[in-house]
């Protein structure tokens, strides 16, 4: 029952921190119209409603006499991945037009489409031929994601060092998001890399993966309510 807990308890304080994220953003776009932005905040708001959805699986743990629940629980639902894959593929949708949307010239425009199309004609053709989609994650999934991640970053890169708004790069979100998704993706494949080695063996590993992995979310959803914020801020002065 403890176990149960501490999943709950890691779950909630995440949730809470991808919250002050969304509304931070919200209230971004309520104080500046950045279509742009407005993408970013989307996804930001999606990933708080998967998490919510998603937490039902803990509910699968217990036993309750009930029709519906045992039906599920019986089910190929009883797992949240299918949600995950469902929502690995609009978060990568999501940061695509994001970043397609910052992008000025046509080259990098047509780089970051034809970066989301392979993405997903794989996804689609991996879960349509095989069975996996109820059962397990797009292969090498984050590594995929942290290839995808690198290069659109870097493209945005490129193109603000090559461009005026280099001079007020501090007051640019999208300045923060980026390094922020960066060293996101970064910071948690070493996590996923060694998972299948020690988690299952290593019950020591797995506390440490939980708690880590718990305290990358709370600064990451920190940083990106910061991003928001600090700009508007300094908009200001």
Not at 65 to 85: C, G, H, M, P, Q
Not at 99 to 116: D, E, P, R
Not at 190 to 207: E, V
Request: charge should be positive; glycine fraction near 2%; proline fraction near 2%.
């Amino acid at each position: 029952m403890l176990k149960e807990f501490l999943i709950d308890y890691r779950a909630i304080i995440t949730i809470v921190f991808e919250l002050i994220a969304a509304l931070s953003g919200s209230y971004y776009l309520r104080k500046v119209n950045d279509q742009a932005l407005r993408i970013f905040v989307y996804y930001l708001w999606l990933t708080v409603i998967v998490e919510i959805v998603g937490s039902y699986s803990f509910l699968m743990l217990y036993d309750f006499d009930n029709e519906w629940f045992i039906a599920i629980k019986n089910s190929v639902f009883r797992r949240n991945t299918w949600l995950y894959n469902i929502y690995s593929y609009l978060a990568m949708g999501f940061l695509s037009i994001f970043y397609y949307n910052l992008m000025t010239s046509f080259k990098t425009k047509i780089t970051v489409l034809s970066t989301l199309g392979i993405f997903s004609l794989f996804s689609i053709l991996y879960f349509t031929l095989t069975d996996a989609f109820f059962i397990a994650a797009l292969p090498y999934h984050f590594f995929i994601s942290v290839s995808i991640i690198c290069l659109y970053v870097l493209l945005y890169f490129l193109q603000l060092i090559n461009s005026d708004r280099i001079l007020d790069f501090y007051k640019l979100p999208s300045f923060y998001i980026s390094i922020i998704l960066l060293l996101w993706y970064l910071s948690i494949i070493p996590l996923f890399i060694f998972d299948g080695y020690f988690k299952s063996i290593n019950s020591d590993f797995a506390r440490f993966r939980t708690l880590l992995l718990l305290f990358i979310n709370i600064c990451t959803y920190s940083s990106f309510a910061f991003a928001f914020l600090y700009p508007l801020y300094k908009s200001r002065r």
